[in-house]
């Protein structure tokens, strides 16, 4: 039987992503900042242990690791995140909120990814996903704006991008993945995108990754993205 992880499980993407898994006969890590309130969490049937994790504390992601020290996990899924501050521009930044966003996008899931690493590489499957967003092409910023969120999942690329070749002799790939703009709380109910196709298309290019497509930039529907 399969074990993924799920950082950022109780809503949303991470939700969706552990339904599914669970309803699929995998063993399922779902883990949040708050297990007590995560009820959807607890209706889900199946193989599934709630874990509380905070990702930017390195207590919790190392309690988490040690707790799970020897269990193999074939898939570990980065999906905690925040938008950050909205609306920062030149002239009205907000530089506290920026840093907050950069630890939460960029160096919890490096952070969350290097504990977890013994456990991914001891398994069938040995795969790390990160969770980005399509705003952290580089090539396709013409709108500017959203500084914050932008950089923190650029940064976010380049970390994952490393962690691939410095993973690859170990069997373990790592491909980032853009959900598309999806109706969860972060992108509103004016989103064109379902949760459930979302991460549908996900996991349908995530059940066919190969190390050949390590250090990869997916969207939702398997076709790359332009760093």
């Given amino acids: 039987m ?3 992880l799920i950082t950022g499980a109780n809503r949303g993407i991470g939700l969706e992503f552990a339904r599914r898994y669970a309803a699929d006969g995998w063993r399922v890590h779902a883990a949040c900042r ?21 990702v930017t504390e390195a207590r919790e992601v ?7 020290e020897g269990e193999p996990i074939d898939l570990l899924i ?3 995140g925040i938008y950050g501050a909205r609306g920062d521009g030149p002239g009205h ?5 920026w840093e907050e966003t950069l630890r939460v996008n960029t160096l919890a899931p490096l952070r969350v990814s290097e504990a977890l690493l013994p456990n991914v590489a001891a398994s069938d499957k ?15 910023n ?14 976010l690329n380049a970390a994952m991008r490393s962690l691939a070749a410095d993973v690859r002799a170990k069997g373990v790939a790592v491909a ?52």
């Fill in 2 to 4: 399969p074990t993924v």
């Fill in 34 to 54: 708050d297990p007590a309130g995560a009820q959807d969490l607890k209706k889900i049937k199946g193989d599934t242990a709630v874990h509380r994790l905070d």
């Fill in 62 to 68: 190392a309690a988490l690791a040690k707790a799970l």
């Fill in 78 to 80: 980065n999906n905690a």
């Fill in 93 to 97: 930044m907000d530089y506290p909120a």
């Fill in 126 to 140: 040995k795969l790390i996903v990160a969770i980005t967003s399509r705003m952290a092409s580089i090539e396709l």
């Fill in 142 to 155: 013409v709108e500017g704006g959203s500084y914050a969120y932008r950089s923190s999942k650029a940064a």
């Fill in 176 to 227: 980032v993945f853009s959900p598309g703009w999806v109706k969860t709380d972060m992108g509103g109910r004016g989103a064109p995108v379902g949760v459930t196709d979302s991460v549908a298309g996900m996991r349908a290019v995530i059940a066919r990754l190969t190390l050949a497509d390590s250090g990869r930039f997916f969207n939702f529907e398997g076709k790359q993205i332009p760093w």
